[in-house]
């Protein structure tokens, strides 16, 4: 072998120790699960790790997860997509330049902080300004049921909003920036307006990208710890049920990060919180494979790859 | 008619406008990106119902100059244009005329076909109708299977008009593309090299599609191909390095060139 | 007529709506800044940078043991993370055109977007598990995770900006490709290269959830590599907690530390290259 095989060969096994990183996780978070796994873990409500009475049912996490990611992306994905639509389509140069830099910003704090300004500041904006008055005049519905508090599932969820917005604008811009320009000239050849520019020629042709900026949003809310833990209230079994969005609930995340010093390493509760970490795992994954091959698949285009 | 321009309603096509033998009258038109001037004052008039080539050399402003008649130049966030372009006698550069409006009556085809990709065929040919407000699904038919046959495309795609616009040849896709823009019945149509993308029978075939469109519309081209020019052009202007050295009859231009430049060009000397 | 005046309305109301979106992402940003200011001030003393925390209840005492943790927890990442990035970065860029590569790739995209929790679990696992106990290295391994993707990205990227030209030149003068990949296309391309490893630092730096399982937090300064280890987002979130004024002061407090490094880890990485090797983190 020339020495240029021998260091070929050796990046290459280096690049590989992420790969089997991942496939470690799985065995690894699997093994250690094993003995919770079973439907009445996943359907279950009930969660009571005193010895003797155990019982770990992780749905009232599951649904807790899917109702914040929910509201994060009902709310932080169209606000993500105006800002992309502003910075690809209608900001002058250095304003992009400056926007971006911004943005790139608040993807840069600390989830811990954005829990602690959700704890001591988010979290009165949210009770004030949005659960009281829909608590005085649509508590009929029964999700706006509830004394407003500001610590729970609709704070995590708006916190979560907040923190897609760089991940979901920065990639959907990039994806209306790659759609090429003809598209643009086509609709505006045939006396469109700026806006419907936008609308026939950038935003139909770039939809399965912004589709895949999206999930990735999704993805990261999902998997999203600290300022969840923080500002969601933290509710155990039953309780924890997201019925009402002015209630406390839990994450599969938080639920972890409250829960995994206090475990009792001789009952199952660990074991129990890892299987909470596994299916968290094959959440993400499935997940981040969809979000990457839309958003790869439209960059491709721009690439000239695929026509 | 002044109020035709500055607002969008009237329906006038070419047709009504006989008597009038200038559609598009170019005055002292200079076109920059940066500070790199593109256009020098360029003075030309076009021809209603008639087909005027602009040939010359690659880089000499050709796509500028027709990019100029429907006020798409301006989008290039350097460009800078001065001069006027009437349009029927209105300036589309005069401050109360709305660039959106000049482009609904100023048609423009592209070299490189851009259906709107993810658009049925039936949606690319109305999305400049539904643009204006026509929602009506019979009128809808109506208009796009008329646009349709005026591009010579109604019997190639009539059985799959719901399959999507980025399916179809290459030259199929370009008179698409003359189909949409033929829809929203446009008064002039700019063609930029609409057939040097294409294989030479699906040109062709585009060809003696331009021609036949002369009749309704004023159609001003841009080819780099001179047999072309001088198989579908009326008119035939000549540009070179930005400026405009001669303008004529087709048959003049070929046959008898006064300036030694479009002698030079024609000949392949150069270009 | 009236429905070409509606058009228009509507593009000028689009165009209003896009700008009020920007305005709501940019808010959070500057009441979070305002806030972590404004509040973590008054914490900062020479007690604050000098001791660790006192009993709880009791105001007083610092975050030193706090950023000192963060700072080794930073040190042992970056030396388990950083080379192993720049190869695997080298590797994609120069010899990553195949199944292996673009699998390779695939994991990388994925481990950046992934829950930072479960990491920490799988830490936990294969490390604090065996030795018997927390471990500032269960922690580096988990935050090395992190980390070695963000670099592959931006050392596959920036060697990618490296023309060809280059390459060839110094092969033909007869210089091995293993030479030329290190000493001319990896040093042409380090200001990226440097750019990503901020990056990455500065993300990492701000991870709490995987620290939990793995270094756990503590009050005490570094005693060594099989024990418990404090980190300042730890302390923020623990302070965080606690039912006291002070102790939201001082969470304030180490919050702005914690964010002054960040962002100027963030900012100056943005600088160094003027935007030549942008990558989402
Ligand atoms: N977006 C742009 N920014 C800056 N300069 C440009 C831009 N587009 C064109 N140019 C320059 O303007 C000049 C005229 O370009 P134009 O596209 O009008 O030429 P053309 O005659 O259509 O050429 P071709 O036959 O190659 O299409 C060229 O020198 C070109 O380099
Ligand atoms: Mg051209």
């Known amino acids: 072998m020339s020495p240029d095989d021998v260091f070929k060969y050796i990046l290459g096994f280096i690049s590989g120790i992420v790969v089997l990183t991942l496939f470690l996780m799985v065995l690894e978070l699997f093994r250690y699960s094993l003995p919770v796994l079973s439907l009445k873990f996943i359907f279950g409500i009930n969660w009571n790790p005193v010895v003797g009475s155990e019982e770990y049912g992780i749905l009232p996490y599951i649904l807790g997860t899917l109702v914040t990611s929910a509201i994060a992306i009902f709310v932080g994905v169209p606000i993500s997509l105006g800002i992309a639509i502003y910075l690809s389509e209608m900001a002058p140069n250095f304003i992009r330049t400056i926007l971006s830099f911004v943005i790139e910003l608040l993807a840069a704090v600390p989830s811990v902080i954005y829990g602690l300004w959700g704890l001591f500041i988010f979290r009165f904006w949210v009770r004030d300004f949005i659960e009281v008055p829909l608590s005085k005049h649509l508590a009929f519905i029964p999700i706006f049921q509830g004394e407003p508090f500001g610590l729970d599932i609709l704070t995590a969820g708006l916190i979560l909003a907040i923190m897609i917005i760089p991940t979901v604008s920065s990639v959907s811009r990039e994806v209306l920036m790659a759609v090429p320009d003809s598209q643009r000239e086509a609709a505006y050849s045939l006396g469109a307006t700026k806006w419907e520019v936008i609308r026939l020629g950038v935003l139909s042709y770039a939809k399965s990208g912004i589709v895949g900026a999206a999930i990735l949003g999704l993805g990261r809310a999902i998997g999203e710890t600290m300022a969840v833990t923080m500002v969601i209230g933290n509710a155990i079994g039953p309780a924890a049920l997201p019925t009402s969005l002015f209630k406390a609930g839990q994450t599969m995340a938080s639920l972890i990060a409250n829960e995994f010093n206090e475990a009792d390493p001789t009952s199952l509760h660990p074991n129990a919180l890892i299987g909470v970490g596994l299916i968290l795992f094959v959440l993400a994954l499935t997940i981040n494979l969809l979000a990457q091959l839309l958003i790869w698949r439209i960059l491709k285009i721009k690439e000239g790859a695929v026509e | ?271 | 007529m009236q429905k070409y005046l509606i058009r228009k309305i509507k593009d000028k109301i689009v165009y209003a709506v896009c700008l009020i979106c920007v305005i709501i992402a940019i808010i959070p940003l500057g009441s979070i800044l305002f806030e972590v200011i404004k509040n973590g001030l008054p914490a900062l003393n020479s007690d604050f940078f000098t001791k660790g925390p006192g009993p709880i209840g009791e105001s007083g005492g610092g975050i030193a043991n706090s950023i000192q943790g963060t700072l080794i927890l930073i040190g042992l990442t970056s030396l388990i993370g950083i080379p192993i990035g720049i190869m695997s970065g080298i590797y994609l860029a120069e010899h990553g055109n195949n199944q292996f590569g673009r699998i390779v790739r695939l994991t990388n995209n994925v481990l950046m977007q992934f829950p930072s929790i479960v990491i920490g679990i799988f830490a936990y696992l294969v490390i604090v598990l065996p030795i018997g106990s927390f471990s500032p290295l269960a922690g580096a391994i988990a935050l090395a995770i992190i980390m070695v993707p963000i670099i592959t990205r931006t050392t596959e990227e920036s060697l990618k900006l490296v023309p060809n030209t280059l390459r060839e030149a110094s092969m033909a003068l007869g210089i091995r490709r293993w030479r030329t990949t290190v000493s001319i296309v990896l040093v042409s391309a380090k200001s990226g290269v440097i750019t990503g490893i901020m990056l990455s630092i500065a993300r990492v730096a701000g991870e709490t959830a995987p620290l939990i399982m793995t270094i756990l937090g503590s009050q005490w300064f570094f005693s060594g590599l099989t024990e418990p280890m404090d980190a300042l987002t730890l302390r923020i979130w623990r302070l965080s907690l606690l039912p006291y004024e002070y102790a939201h002061t001082m969470g304030w407090g180490a919050a702005l530390v914690l964010i002054i490094l960040v962002l100027s880890l963030n900012v100056s990485a943005r600088i160094l290259t003027r935007s030549r090797y942008r990558v989402k983190v």
Request: proline letters at 4%; charged letters at 25%; one cysteine or more.
């Open chain 2, 1 to 271: 008619m002044d109020n035709e321009l500055i607002s969008l309603g009237s329906k006038a096509g070419s047709q009504q406008k006989y008597g009038r033998t200038y559609k598009i009258e170019i005055e002292n038109l200079s076109a920059w990106f940066g500070t790199k001037q593109v256009l020098k004052d360029i003075n030309m008039k076009i021809r209603a119902n008639a087909i005027t080539a602009i040939i010359g050399p690659s880089g000499c402003g050709k796509s500028t100059l027709i990019r100029c008649l429907n006020r798409m130049h301006e989008l290039v966030p350097s460009a800078k244009v001065s001069g006027k372009v009437f349009l029927d006698g209105i300036d589309i550069y005069s401050k109360n005329v709305d660039p959106v409006v000049v482009r609904r009556k100023v048609g423009m085809v592209f070299q490189k076909p851009n259906p709107f990709p993810t658009m049925s065929i039936y949606d690319n040919v109305a999305a400049g109708l539904k643009l204006n407000g026509i929602r009506d699904r019979k009128v809808l038919d109506k208009l796009v299977r008329r646009s349709l046959e005026q591009a010579w495309l109604w019997d190639e795609v009539k059985d799959d008009l719901d399959k999507p616009g980025s399916s179809l040849s290459g030259g199929q896709q370009q008179r698409l593309c003359i189909a949409r823009a033929l829809a929203v019945e446009p008064e002039v149509l700019l063609l930029d090299e609409p057939t040097s993308a294409l294989d030479p029978i699906a040109a062709s075939k585009i060809e003696q599609l331009i021609v036949s469109l002369k009749r309704d519309y004023t159609i001003v081209i841009v080819t780099h191909n001179m047999q072309q020019a001088a198989r579908v052009a009326d008119y035939t202007a000549f540009l070179y390095l930005g400026k405009l050295i001669e303008y004529d009859e087709t048959s003049r231009i070929f046959s008898n060139p006064k300036e030694e430049l479009t002698e030079n060009y024609i000949a392949g000397r150069f270009g």
